[in-house]
């Protein structure tokens, strides 16, 4: 049996409250399909949520699960990190189970999208928890009579607590664009360390990746998006940056499923989705 949840409203914004019946907790705004907040059962918030965030419609919010649709970064010619985060997302369906909690949000394209991206498209998010465990899938499906291309990232930040010993294992042997300095790498080590600014488009991620934050530990998988972009903006960027606190970056490390060197190319009537599994150990 499931219970309806109904929609609410999170910092002046409308949002959905997902509560799992073994205490797991999380905050998904219709603003962007924005999840702002997730609390596994029996522990603290998992995501860096930047105080400074706008909650303020048509505008991006720093931290949480940013959605990156239909262009990453400044890979191509639309505004930076595509148009979904900055759209109001339809509620689908929203419930919670005897054993989880689960909503998902939709978006279709309008006359805007249009002007910018002239493609019929709907694309949903998927948003569960359970126990120690947040799933979120990405979905894309072309619904008009011509191909249609696109790149794509879940854009989760995650809270830090020791930024000085985190770390990220399960990186070895993975080709990287480096975008600080606008060039290839090849991983050597397991561990990633934070040292300064970080921006890294690890390829063709297969295994699961470990945050390692103090005592604390987030196994990572994802399945569908083949890229895993790692960033932190480091102290002078992150500084800059006006809806982030002075020292803020050293509170966050975005770990993104992501499609972001190779575009998703998909047909009229074709569907694509990508899946990132965070689990606290």
Same mark, same amino acid.
Request: glycine share 8%; proline share 5%; charged share 20%.
């Given at each position: 049996m499931t219970t309806p949840i109904s929609i609410t409203r999170?910092?002046?914004?409308?949002?959905?409250?997902?509560?799992?019946?073994?205490?797991?907790?999380?905050?998904?705004?219709?603003?962007?399909?924005?999840?702002?907040? !997730?609390?596994?059962?029996?522990?603290?918030?998992?995501?860096?949520?930047s105080p400074k965030s706008a909650f303020t @419609?048509?505008?991006?919010?720093?931290?949480?699960?940013?959605? %990156?649709?239909?262009?990453?970064?400044?890979?191509?010619?639309? &505004?930076?990190?595509?148009?979904?985060?900055?759209?109001?997302?339809?509620l689908v369906s929203a419930e919670s189970g005897k054993d989880?909690?689960?909503?998902?949000?939709?978006?279709?394209?309008d006359a805007a999208t249009r002007m910018v991206?002239?493609?019929?498209?709907?694309?949903? %998010?998927?948003?569960?928890?359970?126990?120690?465990a947040l799933e979120m899938e990405l979905a894309c499906e072309n619904r008009g009579e011509a191909p249609l291309s696109f790149t794509a990232?879940?854009?989760?930040?995650l809270r830090l607590t020791?930024?000085?010993?985190?770390?990220?294992?399960?990186?070895?042997?993975?080709?990287?664009?480096?975008? @600080?300095i606008e060039r290839a790498g090849t991983q050597h080590e397991d561990l990633l360390r934070l040292d300064g600014e970080t921006?890294? %488009?690890?390829?063709?991620?297969?295994?699961?990746?470990?945050?390692r934050d103090g005592d604390r530990r987030l196994a990572i998988w994802q399945q569908g998006f083949s890229d895993a972009v790692i960033w932190n903006p480091g102290e002078e960027k992150g500084d800059a940056l006006v809806d982030m606190p002075a020292g803020g970056w050293k509170e966050m490390l975005?770990?993104?499923?992501? &499609?972001?060197?190779?575009?998703?190319?998909? &047909?009229?009537?074709?569907? !694509?989705?990508?899946?990132? @599994?965070?689990?606290?150990?």
């Amino acid at each position: 049996m499931t219970t309806p949840i109904s929609i609410t409203r999170h910092q002046g914004l409308e949002a959905i409250e997902l509560h799992a019946p073994d205490g797991a907790r999380a905050t998904l705004l219709l603003h962007g399909a924005h999840l702002v907040s !997730w609390r596994p059962a029996g522990a603290d918030e998992q995501l860096y949520l930047s105080p400074k965030s706008a909650f303020t @419609t048509g505008q991006a919010v720093r931290g949480g699960v940013p959605v %990156i649709f239909p262009q990453f970064a400044t890979r191509g010619p639309l &505004q930076r990190h595509g148009f979904a985060r900055g759209k109001p997302w339809q509620l689908v369906s929203a419930e919670s189970g005897k054993d989880d909690s689960l909503a998902v949000l939709r978006l279709t394209d309008d006359a805007a999208t249009r002007m910018v991206w002239p493609h019929a498209f709907e694309a949903e %998010i998927s948003i569960r928890i359970a126990g120690r465990a947040l799933e979120m899938e990405l979905a894309c499906e072309n619904r008009g009579e011509a191909p249609l291309s696109f790149t794509a990232a879940l854009h989760t930040y995650l809270r830090l607590t020791s930024y000085m010993s985190a770390s990220l294992q399960g990186l070895s042997g993975l080709a990287y664009w480096d975008s @600080t300095i606008e060039r290839a790498g090849t991983q050597h080590e397991d561990l990633l360390r934070l040292d300064g600014e970080t921006d890294r %488009i690890y390829q063709d991620v297969k295994h699961d990746l470990t945050l390692r934050d103090g005592d604390r530990r987030l196994a990572i998988w994802q399945q569908g998006f083949s890229d895993a972009v790692i960033w932190n903006p480091g102290e002078e960027k992150g500084d800059a940056l006006v809806d982030m606190p002075a020292g803020g970056w050293k509170e966050m490390l975005c770990v993104e499923a992501a &499609q972001a060197l190779r575009p998703i190319e998909l &047909q009229p009537g074709e569907t !694509w989705a990508g899946l990132q @599994t965070i689990v606290l150990l």
